[in-house]
């Protein structure tokens, strides 16, 4: 099994920066997708950005050029900057893993405030 922990979440300013960070452990697999998804207030979980062990990088449209995806694959981390925050980027964001199946983490709150 695969355990993912974030960090970094908390109340912004619109325009502000925030940094999440996702430390996995357990039945780690390289070559694994990791990513980030976020789960805005009365909404559905959406994909926010993912990236593979060779940093190949997906973004949702809404985030692109504002948000940038990275790992570090001797750390089994992943991070999430991001910057210029709008308020609808509020939610929960949660960490994710993919290999074989799909594990998210209990996800860390961002809220931005105007």
């Known amino acids: 099994q695969v355990q993912l922990v974030e960090s970094g979440g908390g109340l912004v300013q619109a325009g502000g920066s925030l940094r999440l960070s996702c430390a996995a452990s357990?039945?780690?697999?390289?070559?694994?997708?990791m990513g980030w998804y976020r789960q805005p207030p009365g909404k559905q979980r959406e994909l926010v950005a993912i990236?593979?062990?060779?940093?190949?990088?997906t973004y949702a449209d809404s985030v692109k050029g504002r948000f940038a995806i990275s790992r570090d694959n001797a750390k089994n981390m992943v991070y999430l900057q991001m910057n210029s925050l709008k308020l609808k980027d509020t939610g929960v964001y949660s960490c994710?893993?993919?290999?074989?199946?799909?594990?998210w983490g209990q996800g860390t709150q961002v809220t931005v405030s105007s």
């Open positions: 994710y893993y993919r290999w074989k199946a799909d594990t």
């Open positions: 357990g039945s780690i697999f390289s070559g694994a997708v």
């Open positions: 990236i593979t062990r060779s940093e190949y990088t």
